[in-house]
């Protein structure tokens, strides 16, 4: 008789004492209710009615019993938070014109490069490796040789991918530009005055008492800071709308020098926006396709290493660029953990809480050198936006969590269709998602994002309503070509 693989029993006892510990509650009150049953069926109707009548209430008792009931239910429903739920959002779509093959960028480099062929070199054994596809697209002023980022050039690029991004959220959700109470726009590193976001108000003809922010210098994990402080704000601020724009503006940021640690984000960055509208107004809870349950920010800026591994800085030429560390990945690591570690329990079912407690236990009190039991994360969420800030912080991540190929599908393909975004690459990854029809109501997503300073941001959504396969947005015309399979190395 052939015996039962081990793995296989192993999966089973695993299932088992999930079930068990994230049902436990369950498993006690079902024998106390049934004794009870039991002990009202042997009484009888009338030994019940006799107990009830021995009961004496005076109408002082009913009054006060009344009032605290409603003290405390007012109490409860003053103090609770006001659910914050997302809209819609949208994201920007380059056209071809802007796309940038590998030959076209490589060509480009040579040509910008001439007097530098290590630094050519460099570019294009990190371009092999770097994940991305042929269809990434840089703006026009890039385009030209040389590049020519000035100022006009990187508003007009702003212009471009803003407006277009909240055009399209205005045509999806049939919001009216005077219906905005919040405005919330992050750019990290084009921060020009006027702001974007008065431009925003100055394009669309905002209302004077809009409540607008700009948000600069924080990375690509500003877009999941942006939704905090939107979230917070509809907090204290009652039926109201908020628009959030995450964008990253390439035209003034390409860096012209020869340090292979400031040339690496010429290699990886590309075009892209996002508009998310989030309400807190009862009225959109039926329409809106997404709930915020929880947001985790992790900051490790007061550790030296972790503030200088994303800098901008000038080189000995006086070039300005942004300066990756070696040390970035080691950096995003422990950010991670940090951040896991506080949102664990607020997602985690219990069973897995139970077993990293005793793994910590074990830890302290037996041995340090045990490994830490990583908790299953794939039992709290059914999909993963990881930011695509390249192959290796996918990777990283992937490795970390113990996440499947399907789970960082989203992060790869948006990292190979369109490049690091920047902030609003967590949006093209659920765009992924939705636009493959896999976004079922009662799905959790969980967006994580990096940034300089250094930052690792979570987010925790879970889905209103199971949401239709989207016939337009950043993936139409090539989402049925995708998930596609990406070599380690494409030889150039």
Not at 137 to 157: F, G, N, Q
Not at 415 to 428: A, D, E, I, V
Not at 430 to 435: G, P
């Amino acid at each position: 008789m052939p015996q039962t693989p081990m793995p296989k029993f192993t999966s089973s006892v695993k299932l088992g004492y999930q079930y068990l510990v994230n049902h436990f509650l369950s498993f006690l009150l079902i024998p106390i209710m049934a004794i009870i049953a039991v002990e009202l069926f042997r009484m009888g109707p009338e030994e019940i009615l006799n107990v009830w009548n021995t009961l004496h209430f005076d109408l002082v008792q009913v009054l006060c019993s009344s009032f605290l009931v409603i003290f405390i239910s007012t109490v409860y429903f003053m103090s609770k938070s006001r659910t914050v739920y997302l809209v819609d959002y949208s994201c920007y779509k380059p056209p071809v014109t802007c796309r940038v093959p590998f030959a076209t960028f490589m060509e480009h480099s040579r040509l910008i490069l001439k007097d530098k062929p290590k630094s050519v070199e460099f570019q294009m054994r990190i371009l092999e490796r770097s994940g991305l596809g042929e269809e990434t697209c840089l703006p026009p002023a890039i385009h030209y040789i040389p590049p020519t980022p000035t100022m006009d050039e990187a508003r007009s690029e702003a212009q471009i991918v803003i407006f277009t991004a909240m055009d399209d959220l205005f045509k999806k959700t049939g919001l009216m530009p005077k219906d905005i109470d919040i405005l919330i726009v992050n750019c990290s590193l084009f921060s020009p005055t006027p702001s974007l976001s008065a431009m925003i108000i100055n394009k669309y003809k905002l209302r004077s008492n809009i409540r607008s922010f700009n948000l600069s210098g924080m990375g690509c994990s500003a877009g999941l800071i942006s939704v905090d402080l939107a979230r917070d704000l509809l907090q204290v601020h009652p039926n109201s709308n908020a628009i959030i724009v995450s964008t990253e503006i390439i035209t003034p940021n390409y860096y012209k020098g020869n340090e292979r640690a400031m040339l690496l984000p010429n290699c990886l960055f590309r075009l892209g926006s996002a508009a998310i509208l989030m309400s807190n107004r009862r009225s959109d809870r039926w329409r809106a396709k997404y709930k915020l349950c929880h947001l985790v920010r992790t900051h490790r800026g007061a550790d030296d290493k972790s503030y200088y591994c994303v800098y901008e800085q000038e080189d000995k030429e006086g070039h300005i660029g942004i300066n990756l560390s070696k040390d970035l990945m080691a950096i995003a690591g422990e950010a991670l953990k940090a951040n896991i570690t506080t949102i664990g329990p607020l997602v985690l079912p219990a069973s897995e809480q139970f077993l990293f407690l005793l793994s910590l236990m074990g830890r302290k009190i037996f041995n340090p050198k045990w490994k830490p039991y990583i908790p299953d994360f794939k039992l709290a969420f059914e999909h993963f936006c990881i930011h695509a800030g390249g192959r290796a912080v996918i990777d990283e991540l992937q490795k970390n969590l113990q996440l499947s190929g399907e789970h960082v599908e989203a992060s790869r393909m948006t990292l190979h269709r369109f490049g690091n975004t920047s902030s609003s690459s967590l949006w093209y990854e659920l765009s992924y998602i939705e636009s493959k029809g896999r976004m079922r109501r009662g799905d959790r997503v969980w967006q994580i994002a990096f940034g300089s300073g250094f930052k690792c941001n979570s987010a925790v959504w879970k889905c209103n309503r199971t949401i239709k396969t989207p016939k337009d947005g950043p993936w139409s015309g090539c989402i049925d070509r995708y998930p596609v399979f990406i070599p380690e190395v494409v030889k150039l």
